[in-house]
């Protein structure tokens, strides 16, 4: 059957049970999709025979950068810097785990759209973050065309500060300036995330969500939509290390932008233009096959308005 809804990702569609019986996939891939439809998230192994040689590399060569003693099993770890972001620019390990094809081609067939990584985290501890969705931090236009994936590189106990979630918050509402009452545009917050933290928690108990806690084992990976919430738990012993690396998707043929510092509904948009880890060339904003990318210098709130006729006339 045709896809009426190209402009949502597969794996979300409201047609999404016809949709994914046509597509050829292995049961372990049914899986992922099923998960990631219900939960928000699913868990695999990471599909590189090189992952234990490639882990251990990234370690050797980042961990003096982290102002860690790392070779001091008793020395806290959780008192230097706690991520390096984008290693992928310098470390060619880094870089292959980001851009590994068997992981993009199942993102492919997830979302319906081809991807591509643009930004990675690497941690060697936890982050011990709140709940949050980090559709505030990176978005798109149509939304959900964004996801994560993270990598656990040594088994991951309950003292060392584990990944949370929130099983099926990836379909709460997303929150965006306007709904928390804020301006968004021309602002440089301290923490892009810090303004809907209240928000999170209400929704968090308005339906009733307990958090998940992923006791990962190395090699395990686990991907999550746009608008799951997520966040790392307490370190109770600051002698653990918890090692890994988050790599961030989008998907070709979006407008991309950060949403905490975007007025949506006036059109202003803080855009950006991401580049592709596999080629490393910008990836401009699109929307429906046409190139945007520079009205957003031109007049965003011309942009805006566009978008929005854009909108309700496809509605009627």
């Given at each position: 059957?045709?896809?009426?809804?190209?402009?949502?990702?597969?794996?979300?569609?409201?047609?999404?049970?016809?949709?994914?019986?046509?597509?050829?996939?292995?049961?372990d891939?049914?899986?992922?999709?099923?998960?990631?439809?219900?939960?928000?998230?699913?868990?695999?192994?990471?599909?590189?025979?090189?992952?234990?040689?490639?882990?251990?590399?990234?370690?050797?060569?980042?961990?003096?950068?982290?102002?860690?003693?790392?070779?001091?099993?008793?020395?806290?770890?959780?008192?230097?810097?706690?991520?390096?972001?984008?290693?992928?620019?310098?470390d060619?390990?880094?870089?292959?785990?980001?851009?590994?094809?068997?992981?993009?081609?199942?993102?492919?067939?997830?979302?319906?759209?081809?991807?591509?990584?643009?930004?990675?985290?690497?941690?060697?501890?936890?982050?011990?973050q709140?709940?949050?969705?980090?559709?505030?931090?990176?978005?798109?236009?149509?939304?959900?065309?964004?996801c994560?994936?993270?990598?656990?590189?040594?088994?991951?106990?309950?003292?060392a500060?584990?990944?949370?979630?929130?099983?099926?918050?990836?379909?709460?509402?997303?929150?965006?300036?306007?709904?928390?009452?804020?301006?968004?545009?021309?602002?440089?917050?301290?923490?892009?995330?810090?303004?809907?933290?209240?928000?999170?928690?209400?929704?968090?108990?308005?339906?009733g969500?307990?958090?998940?806690?992923?006791?990962?084992?190395?090699?395990?990976?686990?991907?999550?939509?746009?608008?799951l919430?997520?966040?790392?738990?307490?370190?109770?012993?600051?002698?653990?290390?918890?090692?890994?690396?988050?790599?961030?998707?989008?998907?070709?043929?979006?407008?991309?932008?950060?949403?905490?510092?975007?007025d949506?509904?006036?059109?202003?948009?803080?855009?950006?233009?991401?580049?592709?880890?596999?080629?490393?060339r910008?990836?401009?904003?699109?929307?429906?096959?046409?190139?945007?990318?520079?009205?957003?210098?031109?007049?965003?709130?011309?942009?805006?308005?566009?978008l929005?006729?854009?909108?309700?006339?496809?509605?009627?």
């Amino acid at each position: 059957m045709d896809n009426l809804f190209p402009g949502i990702p597969l794996v979300e569609s409201p047609l999404f049970n016809r949709l994914i019986a046509e597509l050829d996939l292995t049961d372990d891939e049914r899986r992922i999709a099923h998960d990631l439809h219900e939960l928000g998230y699913a868990v695999f192994d990471f599909p590189d025979p090189d992952l234990d040689g490639r882990v251990a590399r990234i370690q050797h060569r980042l961990a003096p950068r982290f102002g860690i003693d790392l070779s001091d099993p008793t020395a806290d770890k959780s008192l230097g810097d706690r991520r390096i972001q984008d290693a992928w620019t310098f470390d060619e390990d880094v870089r292959a785990i980001a851009a590994n094809q068997i992981v993009l081609d199942l993102l492919g067939k997830l979302y319906g759209r081809a991807p591509f990584p643009f930004q990675t985290l690497n941690f060697p501890v936890g982050t011990q973050q709140e709940g949050h969705s980090d559709s505030v931090h990176f978005s798109s236009l149509p939304e959900r065309f964004m996801c994560g994936v993270w990598l656990a590189m040594e088994d991951i106990s309950r003292d060392a500060g584990p990944l949370f979630y929130y099983p099926g918050s990836h379909r709460w509402p997303i929150l965006t300036n306007a709904m928390v009452g804020r301006r968004g545009f021309g602002t440089n917050p301290r923490s892009a995330q810090d303004p809907y933290e209240p928000a999170w928690r209400a929704m968090r108990e308005a339906y009733g969500s307990q958090e998940e806690v992923f006791l990962a084992r190395k090699g395990q990976a686990l991907i999550w939509s746009a608008n799951l919430l997520h966040g790392g738990c307490h370190q109770s012993n600051p002698a653990l290390t918890r090692w890994s690396q988050v790599t961030h998707y989008y998907f070709e043929g979006c407008i991309y932008y950060t949403p905490a510092m975007s007025d949506e509904v006036l059109g202003r948009l803080h855009l950006r233009k991401p580049i592709s880890i596999v080629d490393g060339r910008v990836r401009r904003s699109r929307y429906l096959g046409e190139d945007v990318t520079d009205y957003g210098k031109m007049s965003r709130r011309w942009l805006g308005a566009r978008l929005v006729s854009s909108l309700i006339n496809n509605q009627r």
